[in-house]
C-alpha cells in the first residue's frame, strides 16, 4: 500500500458495480476520491474501505460538478451506463474545468474515435472482453 | 457443525483484524502515558511518581506492540462499523484502566481513579483531586488525557501510523465529519489545526499572565473543551480579564465544528456563517448571557463590567462543555441553574471536541418542527425538503436524519433523567442532581458540589457510566458490548449452535 506523495483527487462519476468497486480501491489507496450519482440508494454500493465524499444530483449540470470540486481535481472518471453521458460529463470536465486527465468508458466501440477526437482517453469494455475471449479460443486452439 | 467452523474461523479472522488495530491504539496510549515523565526535567523530585507513568506506560506499550506483532491486519478487508465499535470500546477500556494507575499511585482508591481518568478521556472535567496538593505531573497527565480524549484516540492514530482505510473507526468515536475526502489527509489536517489551535493558546495565555505551566495545562484543557484546571478556584483565580477573554476564545475554538474552522482556516468567513451551528451558538449564547445577567450576576456582583464578564463566561464555558469556573455556582440561584441546565444540554458543535446533545441536532429538529407545520399548508403531492448547511456542504434534510436525531436525543434525555433520578438517591437535593448529570453526561465538568472526594463509589460509578455513554454517544458503547456478548462464546468454541 503506497501512500501517493501529493494527495491526488480524482472525481468519479456514476456508482454502479465499476464505479463504485474502484472508488473503494482508490480511497484504500490514499487518493482523494468524490463519487457523484443521481440517486442515493446507489452510494449503498460502496465498499467499507471507502472514506471519500459521495455527491447526490446530476453531473451534467455544472453547480453539481462545483461542489465535487472539480476545478481542482487531477483527474475524471466517467463511469455512466450512457455513452453519451460519458461523452456530455467528460467534455465539461476537458473544456470547462480544464481536468488534466480524464477519462471515460465507452461500451460502443463506434464512438471511441468521437471521444479521441476531443483529446478524452476511453475504456471499452465491449472492446476489452471481446479481446478476452479471443484470446481464450486462441489458447483452446494451441493446445 | 461444519458451518459453524466455517463461522468460527471467519470470526476469528476477523477478531485478529480488531485486536491488530486495537493494539494500534493502545500503543498510542501507552505513549501517552509515558509522556509525563518528561516533567521530571523541571520536577526531578517527583521521581516516585514518575517512575509509575513510566512503568505503567512503557508496559502498556509494548504489550500492545507483541499483539500488534502476533497479529498481521489483513488490509483488504476493511473494517465494518460494528468492528469499529468494537476496537472503540476495547481501546477505551484499556486507556481508562491503563490510565487510573497513576492515579492509585498518588493516593485515590481505584473508583476515584477511574473516574478522574474517564473524566479525563472524556474531557468531562469533574474531578475527585485536591489540585492544590497534588503533584504537577498528574496535573499535566490529566491534561494530556484531555487533549488526546478531545481530538479522538482513532483521530490520532490514523493521523500518525497506517491503519485502516475506511471511515469506520473515526464514525465508531463520533468524529465522523471529514474535512477532504481521505480519511488519512483529513485526520492529519484535524491535528495540525488542533494543535496550531493548542500552541497559540499556549502563547497567548502566558501573555496574558499566566505561568508556562498553567498556561499549557489551561490551552489543552480549553481546546479539548474538558476543563480540568491547575487552580482550586479554576479561572476565577486570575481574575483578570484578558485572561478569561483568551480562555473564551479557545472554548469557542475548541467547541466549533472542525469543518467550519476549517473553512475559516481557507478564508471562506461567509460559509462559515452560513453554517446553522454558527447561528444558534449566536442567539443562544446571547439570551443565555442575558438570562443570567438579567437574574443573577447583577445580584452577586458589584461592578457593571464584573457582572457582565461573570454572565458571559460562565455561559460560553457551559455551551462549549469545558467547564471552567471564575466563580462557585453553589451561590448561584435556581434561574441561572437551569440556564445553564439548558446551555449544557445543548452542547458544542457536531464534529468538534465538545459533547453534549450536539447543536447540528438541536438546529436539526428546529428546522423539522417548522418543517412539520408548513407541510399542511403545501399541496398533497408538493417534494419540500428542509436544507441545512454543514461546514462548506449543503445538506438535504431526509426522514432518516429526524429518525437518527430524534432517537438520539429521547435516549440522551432519559439516560439524563435516569441519572439523575440515581443521584437524587445519594442524598442530593432535586436541583443538584439534574445540573449535576447534565454536566456529567454532556461531559461539561460544571459542579454544584455533588461531585468530591466524600462521594460515595457507587455514586461515582453511575457518573463514569453517563460520562462514556454521553462522550461515545450511546449506540457504539450499545453495539460493540453487544457484539462483543454474542461472538464471544462462538470465539471460545463454548456453544454448539452454527
Known sequence: ?143 | MNRHAQYRSFLCSRYRNILCYTALICSLIGLLIALPVLLLLFFPDEWGLGRVFLLTGTSVFFGSLLIRLMFKPDLDNALGFDEGAVIVVLSWTVAIIAGSVPFVASGLNWTQAVFETTSGWTTTGLSVVDVASVSPLILFFRSLMQLAGGAGLAILMLSALTGPAGVSLTTAEGRQDQLVPNVRQSTRLVVSLYFSYVLVGILALKLAGMSWFDAINHSFCALSTGGFSTQPESIGNWNAFHVELVMMVLMLLGTTNFLVSYALWKGKFRLALRNAETHLLGIVALLSVAALFWSTTTQLYAGLSQQFRAALFQSISALSTTGYTTSDLRNWDDSSWLVIIFLMLIGGGVGSTAGGIKQFRICVLIKGISWNIKRFFLPAGSINQPVIWVGENRKVLTDEHFRHIGLHVFLYITIWLLGSYALTLYGHSFAQSFFEYASTIGTVGLSVGVTSIHASNSQLWVQILGMVLGRLEFWVVFLGFLKLGRDFPVLTGATGKS
Not at chain 1, 11 to 30: M, T
Open chain 1, 1 to 143: 500500500m503506497a501512500e501517493p506523495v501529493k494527495y491526488i483527487s480524482v472525481v468519479i462519476v456514476g456508482c454502479g458495480r465499476l464505479g463504485s468497486q474502484l472508488a473503494g480501491q482508490l480511497s484504500a489507496d490514499g487518493y482523494n476520491v468524490v463519487i457523484v450519482d443521481q440517486h442515493e440508494k446507489a452510494f449503498k454500493l460502496l465498499p467499507s474501505k471507502f472514506s471519500g465524499f459521495c455527491i447526490t444530483g446530476d453531473a451534467t449540470e455544472q453547480l453539481v460538478m462545483q461542489s465535487a470540486n472539480l476545478e481542482n481535481a487531477d483527474c475524471l472518471m466517467a463511469m455512466t451506463q450512457k455513452d453519451t453521458l460519458n461523452l456530455m460529463v467528460a467534455l465539461v470536465a476537458r473544456v470547462i474545468f480544464s481536468v488534466p486527465h480524464v477519462i471515460a468508458r465507452v461500451y460502443d466501440p463506434q464512438y471511441e474515435d468521437l471521444f479521441s477526437s476531443y483529446q478524452i482517453e476511453t475504456i471499452s469494455p465491449t472492446k476489452l472482453s471481446s479481446q478476452a475471449f479471443l484470446q481464450k479460443i486462441q489458447e483452446y486452439i494451441d493446445i
